[in-house]
């Protein structure tokens, strides 16, 4: 069974002065605005990077839910933050590499089985599988 989900963008004017928005058909994103500042300068509004990294890291955390769950786990907080790399390549731009930080507490969990529960879910992410750049995962056991 095939799940489509639709989002949206809409720009106006040129690169550096002009500005878009995009929304999703949940509206949980209506209209936001994204542009060149957003993007490149630290200026109001969101930008494809940083959209990207919402995805990944919710994603992830959603598959290392239910690998922990097959494993007989349960987390009681799982926190991942995406570091998404936007790098000048050939004469372009790439997204050339995520880095997933995550921090969860999972009572029963040894220090083993987390690391390798945690880099099967990095692995098993369906936008890990979409992206094309070096994913890095760095993972922290809470007591």
């Known amino acids: 069974m095939a799940i489509v989900k639709k989002a949206s963008a809409h720009w106006e004017g040129d690169l550096k002065t002009g500005i878009g928005s995009i929304s999703t058909e949940t509206g949980v994103l ?3 605005p994204y542009g060149f500042k957003a993007r490149f300068e630290g ?3 969101t930008n494809p ?9 919710g ?9 922990l769950g097959d494993a ?5 907080s799982i926190d991942t933050q995406a570091e998404v790399t936007l790098d000048q390549v050939d004469g372009g731009f790439a997204i050339t590499a ?4 995550l921090k969860a507490k999972i009572p029963g969990a ?9 880099n099967k879910a990095k692995e098993g992410c369906p936008v890990s599988k979409v992206l094309n ?7 922290t056991l809470v007591g």
């Open 30 to 32: 209506r209209e936001a």
């Open 98 to 101: 995520v880095k997933l930080i």
């Open 133 to 139: 750049a070096k994913i890095s995962l760095e993972a």
């Open 110 to 118: 040894t220090q083993a089985r987390f690391e390798e529960l945690s």
């Open 49 to 57: 990077e940083e959209l990207i990294g919402a995805a990944h890291a």
């Open 43 to 45: 200026g109001r509004g």
């Open 72 to 76: 007989g786990l349960k987390a009681d």
């Open 59 to 67: 994603c992830f955390s959603m598959a290392f839910s239910m690998i």
